[in-house]
């Protein structure tokens, strides 16, 4: 059985553009949940599909967006890109409910490293 | 203002040692969960708990819900332990420490 796919796994972008990061759920799973970490603030939840609906959101701005289409794949966009934005971003899915729920088991991806010069 | 604290920041033991991870957090929760980062970014879940304790191999996670306390044992430690230890929690919101950077050296 497949993991959870992230692409594209390394990517620069100059600050002002915008960038669009992918994550392919394991097979079966309906929650896609984003999350940042950087070295200063550590992990930070973004924000939670189910279903094609967005369930949870943390506290960014709404430079932060995401979709998750039928398939459950999801995509995450950053818009107006700054320099703070640079992170790590991880992709979990799980099979149902909440990511974080008691009885579901979390999977993540290997993330995407987002450098912005 | 961190909802989560994990102490220590930093640990290095030698190979076999036993290993304690320090977990306190100030909010309601539903669950804790520790996480497992190795170098390169991935993220294994660990344990997942509301009550009580787990054992997974010659890892042994635990939580004082009264408290507000979990701890994360590692016993006869193998330096493919090394890596980052996370712990998070879950209520109305989504809540992460730190982390623990784990050191085993054979």
């Known amino acids: 059985k497949a993991g959870v796919t992230q692409t594209p796994r390394y990517l620069i972008k100059t600050r002002g553009q915008q960038v669009t990061l992918s994550c392919s759920p394991i097979?079966?799973?309906?929650?896609v949940s984003w999350y940042q970490q950087t070295p200063g603030q550590g992990l930070q939840f973004l924000f939670e599909?189910?279903?094609?609906?967005q369930r949870n959101k943390g506290n960014f701005p709404g430079r932060f967006s995401g979709r998750q289409f039928s398939n459950s794949r999801s995509e995450m966009n950053v818009s107006t890109l700054e320099l703070g934005d640079s992170a790590l971003y991880l992709c979990?899915?799980?099979?149902?409910?909440?990511?974080w729920g008691p009885g579901n088991t979390i999977y993540f991806g290997e993330g995407s490293w987002l450098t912005v010069v | 203002k961190n909802e989560v604290e994990q102490s220590p920041q930093n640990l290095t033991a030698q190979e076999g040692e036993f290993i304690t991870i320090n977990c306190s957090y100030s909010?309601?929760?539903?669950?804790l969960h520790w996480l497992q980062q190795h170098p390169g970014g991935g993220i294994v879940s660990l344990f997942m708990?509301?009550?009580g304790k787990k054992k997974h191999g010659r890892l042994i996670a635990t939580i004082n819900i009264q408290e507000k306390h979990s701890s994360l044992h590692i016993t006869a430690s193998h330096p493919r332990d090394s890596a980052v230890y996370i712990c998070?929690?879950?209520?109305?919101?989504?809540?992460f420490g730190t982390g623990t950077s784990l050191t085993v050296i054979p």
């Open positions: 979990a899915s799980s099979p149902s409910g909440g990511p």
């Open positions: 909010v309601g929760i539903s669950a």
């Open positions: 708990l509301s009550s």
């Open positions: 998070a929690v879950t209520g109305n919101q989504f809540y």
């Open positions: 097979s079966g799973h309906r929650s």
């Open positions: 599909y189910f279903s094609e609906t």
